[in-house]
T-cell receptor, first 114, second 114 residues
Framework: AQSVTQLGSHVSVSEGALVLLRCNYS??????LFWYVQYPNQGLQLLLK??????LVKGINGFEAEFKKSETSFHLTKPSAHMSDAAEYFC????????????FGQGTELSVKP | DAGVIQSPRHEVTEMGQEVTLRCKPI?????LFWYRQTMMRGLELLIY????????DSGMPEDRFSAKMPNASFSTLKIQPSEPRDSAVYFC????????????FGSGTQLSVL
């Protein structure tokens, strides 16, 4: 069975600081991995995806994530946080891009301090 | 396109009452998903439809929950009778094909059962 673990339900950074949101996955088959962002009172939006091509994936708003098979990780980073990045971030895994279910992590709330 | 539209945005009801949540998917999308988001359990898939047919309802918590999709442009999630533990944000999402990067979420319905 697939699963996703996001380490830290809440992360707080200062504006301009590095953002690092951690995600570890478990999958019996090569996974497809996704990061979604949820702004207050809105639905989830796709931030970026890994679909077995390049291991370093670039997404919108300056975010990127690196797939590390040896560590079963897919951590999300951004070099310099902006106030507008404050939101909840979800890591998700599926068995391929069209198969199985999309399993979400518990989410990490990112706060950005001025 | 207006995106995935959910109604109501907020619902407050008393225990034992029937609750109906509504969703209009993006026109042309053939997959529709219902998710529930809680602090304790994160984002859970309840049920999904393909071409109006329920495919997997294994996430539906109890017989009190039911979902229908009478046509391609409308779906409902009903809880009867409602209980306080059903309080959550319920999201509807739709996609064209089961391609996760093409999954679009509605803004959700915040349900409070008193």
């Amino acid at each position: 069975a697939q699963s996703v673990t996001q380490l830290g339900s809440h992360v707080s950074v200062s504006e301009g600081a590095l953002v690092l949101l951690r995600c570890n996955y478990s999958s019996s088959v090569p996974p497809y991995l996704f990061w979604y962002v949820q702004y207050p009172n809105q639905g989830l939006q796709l931030l970026l995806k890994y679909t077995s091509a390049a291991t370093l994936v670039k997404g919108i708003n300056g975010f990127e994530a690196e797939f590390k098979k040896s560590e079963t990780s897919f951590h999300l980073t951004k070099p310099s946080a902006h106030m507008s990045d404050a939101a909840e971030y979800f890591c998700a895994v599926s068995e391929g891009n069209q198969g199985g279910k999309l399993i979400f992590g518990q989410g990490t709330e990112l706060s950005v301090k001025p | 396109d207006a995106g995935v539209i959910q109604s109501p945005r907020h619902e407050v009801t008393e225990m034992g009452q029937e609750v109906t949540l509504r969703c209009k998917p993006i026109s042309g999308h053939d997959y529709l998903f219902w998710y529930r988001q809680t602090m304790m359990r994160g984002l859970e898939l309840l049920i999904y439809f393909n071409n109006n047919v329920p495919i997997d309802d294994s996430g539906m918590p109890e017989d009190r929950f039911s979902a229908k999709m009478p046509n391609a442009s409308f779906s409902t999630l009903k809880i009867q009778p409602s209980e306080p533990r059903d309080s959550a944000v319920y999201f509807c999402a739709s996609s064209l094909g089961r391609r996760w990067e093409k999954l679009f979420f509605g803004s959700g319905t915040q349900l409070s059962v008193l």
